[in-house]
């Protein structure tokens, strides 16, 4: 089993869907939970960032981690054309020292979002 | 203004060659990653240095060699080029405290022929 699945999609959505996007895990040690948004050609760049279990909301983003299930998601609201990216999700088992803190990422869902 | 640089940005080469990718970052971090992703888009750490020392060598052919000069720059050589080689190279940096918040560079697109 991997450390981290991530259905790959592709994802093709109307404009002003609400997009779900998942992954699980297998790593119970796993604390750090992020989601990175990756456009065609260019680096990821750091969209959520949550610790633990719990909710997070910014803007039309949310991310939710449910520890106990090993899952986690992030919701689009209202999604816009520009939201058109690879979605990442990644996680560490801590956040200094050593190998603890190395991220390990899903392979990426491809979102699509049609005018 | 530009805050993870590399160069270069494509790098087309034969197999058996040795070649150079540099990066740079103006963020003041002190922690510096390599990463590959390979065709599928699957993202994978390589090397961390923190403040010039290594501290993350993932399972990676020694052929791959990172060096940290200073904290603001770790470059990645690589000799004898293979095939499978071909990918492309992410630098990224952070705050040895904040491993998740890492900021990436643009890349570079190696093809090895």
């Known amino acids: 089993q991997k450390e981290v699945e991530q259905d790959p999609g592709p994802l093709s959505v109307p404009e002003g869907a609400i997009v779900s996007l998942n992954c699980t895990y297998s790593?119970?040690?796993?604390?750090?939970f992020m989601w990175y948004r990756q456009y065609s050609r260019k680096g990821p760049e750091l969209l959520m960032y949550?610790?633990?279990?719990g909710n997070k909301e910014d803007g039309r983003f949310t991310a939710q981690v449910d520890k106990s299930s090993k899952y986690i998601s992030l919701f689009i609201r209202d999604s816009q054309p520009s939201d058109s990216a690879t979605y990442l999700c990644a996680m560490s088992a801590g956040n200094s020292g050593g190998s603890n803190y190395k991220l390990t990422f899903g392979k990426g869902t491809l979102l699509t979002v049609n005018p | 203004d530009t805050a993870v640089s590399q160069t270069p940005k494509y790098l087309v080469t034969q197999m058996g060659n040795d070649k150079s990718i540099k990066c740079e970052q103006n963020l003041g971090h002190d922690t510096m990653y390599w990463y590959k992703q390979d065709s599928k888009k699957f993202l994978k750490i390589m090397f961390s240095?923190?403040?010039?020392?290594?501290?993350i060598n993932e399972t990676v052919p020694n052929r791959f060699s990172p060096k940290s000069p200073d904290k603001a720059h770790l470059n990645l050589h690589i000799n004898s080029l293979e095939l499978g080689d071909s990918a492309v190279y992410f630098c990224?940096?952070?705050?040895?405290?904040?491993?998740?918040?890492?900021?990436f560079g643009p890349g570079t697109r190696l093809t090895v022929t």
């Open positions: 949550t610790y633990s279990s």
């Open positions: 240095y923190n403040n010039k020392e290594l501290i």
């Open positions: 790593n119970s040690a796993f604390q750090y």
């Open positions: 990224a940096s952070s705050t040895f405290g904040l491993a998740g918040e890492q900021y």
